[in-house]
């Protein structure tokens, strides 16, 4: 006489889970019922769902048990809209077709569920949170960086806060600003020696010479120098001098370390010494090795920045400050801000090394085209994000680019 069995539940997975934790592979489902809710409940309540059936004596259930693997294909095959690779063997006392049908648009309910919620996050209950969300993606923001702008402000501002566009704009700008962190100079003795490193074509030597005119040519006069390291390539080396011609800065060329050794000892009455080097792709580690060993001539003292442009892509950015990390370099200086628009990538990129900004250019004239980096500098470089300036005045006053260096 076989034993029989029957479970309710709210949906046919959470029945099959209890008949299948219960029973096992002993359990013989015979009958499926959808039982509608009773009386009021009718009208608002759920369905239940009923699974009647027998349980399998041992060597019934070891028959089961060796065909399970091509059951799960099928199933599995059958909800991917693929036929199965083999025929399916069943044993006499096996589901019926109406049982593997019902288990199948399960598996094809979930399949659907599951593609909808891998491709639509839940959608955002504040518009202003919505709005912004939509501002950062503009700026080409990375998506993690976004979701934690936008979480801190769920978990700062109450309710009533985030359905206010100004607050959240304004708080936004300001989260945005103090996730980088900007260049502190540290006064020291002797000349600053000022070392700027980078991939190639970035605009080392324009900033070399938009620095030396800056200091050089001011008001505060300061005896500039202007060093030129590993200045094989064409040009490279002309360059400078004419930069340093035009200034009446003296520029000298150095290709190994003595020579770089000699020329520091020499500039020792400056108040600064402006190191230009020659581009290094990042993927070259050698020549980045060499040329980090190269510039240990400079001492300890040595300050070395380095340059990237505004334009490089994001998954370049992360390499490039990788592989320039050996030079232990104490700031981003970011070059070509006027030939992008969009600036997120960059800023998403940097707060997460906690390495600080200490200038921006944002064009091919010397010297004007640089500015200290501030927060509102940044900020001026986001589209669409509407926050009051004057307060940010007040709390960050931009440094002016000569008081920097005293
Ligand atoms: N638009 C724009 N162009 C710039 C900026 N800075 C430099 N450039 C230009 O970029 C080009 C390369 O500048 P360089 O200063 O020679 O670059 P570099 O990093 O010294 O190059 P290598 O020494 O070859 O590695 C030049 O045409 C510069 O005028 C900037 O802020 N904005
Ligand atoms: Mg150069």
Not at 130 to 152: K, P, Q, T, V
Not at 229 to 236: C, K, L, P
């Amino acid at each position: 006489m076989p034993r029989y069995f029957s479970e309710r539940g709210n949906s046919h997975i959470e029945v099959i889970e209890r008949i299948h934790s219960k029973y096992g592979d002993r359990a013989n489902i015979q009958i499926q019922k959808t039982i509608p809710a009773s009386g009021l409940r009718g009208l608002f309540g759920k369905v239940q769902y009923e699974y009647r059936g027998f349980l399998r004596t041992g060597e019934e259930t070891r028959a089961v048990q060796k065909n399970r693997d091509y059951e799960t294909r099928a199933a599995i095959l059958a909800a991917a809209g693929k036929a199965p690779l083999a025929p399916i063997e069943r044993d006499s006392h096996d589901t019926s077709e109406e049982q593997i049908e019902v288990v199948l648009q399960e598996l094809r309910d979930l399949k659907g569920q599951l593609a909808i919620s891998a491709s639509t996050p839940p959608p955002e209950p504040f518009p202003v949170l919505a709005e912004l969300s939509g501002i950062m993606e503009e700026n080409d923001f990375d998506r993690d960086y976004i979701i934690g702008i936008l979480n801190s402000l769920r978990q700062n501002h109450n309710a009533a806060d985030l359905d206010g566009r100004d607050v959240i704009h304004h708080a936004a700008a300001k989260l945005i600003a103090e996730s980088v962190s900007y260049f502190q100079q540290n006064l020291i003795d002797g000349p600053r020696i000022f070392i700027l490193i980078g991939p190639t074509g970035v605009g080392k030597t324009t900033t070399i010479a938009k620095l030396a005119a800056v200091h050089g040519l001011s008001g505060n006069r300061s005896d500039v120098r202007i060093i030129t390291v590993d200045s094989f390539r064409i040009g490279a080396r002309a360059q400078v001098e004419t930069y340093g011609e035009i200034m009446g800065i003296p520029v000298k060329a150095v290709d190994d370390y003595d020579d770089l050794r000699k020329q520091i000892a020499l500039a020792s009455e400056a108040d600064l010494i402006l190191v230009d080097t020659i581009g290094k792709s990042p993927r070259d580690k050698t020549k980045i090795e060499e040329m980090r060993n190269l510039l240990s001539a400079c001492g300890e003292k040595a300050e070395v920045h380095l340059a990237l442009s505004a334009t490089t892509k994001t998954a370049d950015l992360k390499e490039i400050m990788n592989q320039f990390e050996s030079f232990n370099y104490l700031s981003v200086i970011l070059t070509k801000l006027d030939e992008t628009s969009r600036v997120g990538n960059l800023v998403s990129a940097i707060s997460s090394t906690g390495i600080p900004l200490s200038y921006f250019t944002d064009g091919q004239s010397v010297p004007v085209d640089i500015a200290v980096a501030s927060p509102l500098r940044l900020l001026s470089r986001l589209k669409g994000l509407d926050f009051d300036q004057s307060v940010f005045d007040e709390q960050y006053p931009a440094a002016d680019l000569t008081a920097a260096w005293r």
